[in-house]
């Protein structure tokens, strides 16, 4: 989403059976973030959320792989 947004937003809009008007994709493109953001570094989050976040997040297969923490190569995103 982030190396091409308007290619991964036509891609989502086809799936989903939407058309996209002139210059929708390039409106939409134009406020995605440059690089990866980690609002989620704004909270103290305390370790029981944590832990329950991540406890709900392994019923679901597809978001293997993610987790809180953010490696140290982009932590100054």
């Given at each position: 989403?982030?190396?091409?947004?308007?290619?991964?937003l036509?891609?989502?809009?086809?799936?989903?059976g939407?058309?996209?008007?002139?210059?929708?994709?390039?409106?939409?493109?134009?406020?995605?973030f440059?690089?990866?953001?980690?609002?989620?570094?704004?909270?103290?989050?305390?370790?029981?959320?944590v832990?329950?976040?991540e406890?709900r997040?392994?019923?679901?297969?597809?978001?293997e792989?993610?987790?809180?923490?953010?490696p140290?190569?982009?932590?100054?995103?």
């Amino acid at each position: 989403m982030i190396r091409e947004p308007a290619a991964a937003l036509s891609g989502l809009c086809a799936f989903l059976g939407l058309e996209t008007y002139p210059g929708y994709l390039e409106g939409c493109s134009s406020i995605v973030f440059e690089a990866p953001t980690y609002t989620r570094r704004a909270v103290a989050w305390p370790a029981a959320l944590v832990g329950e976040v991540e406890r709900r997040a392994r019923r679901y297969p597809f978001l293997e792989g993610y987790g809180f923490e953010i490696p140290d190569d982009r932590a100054a995103v």
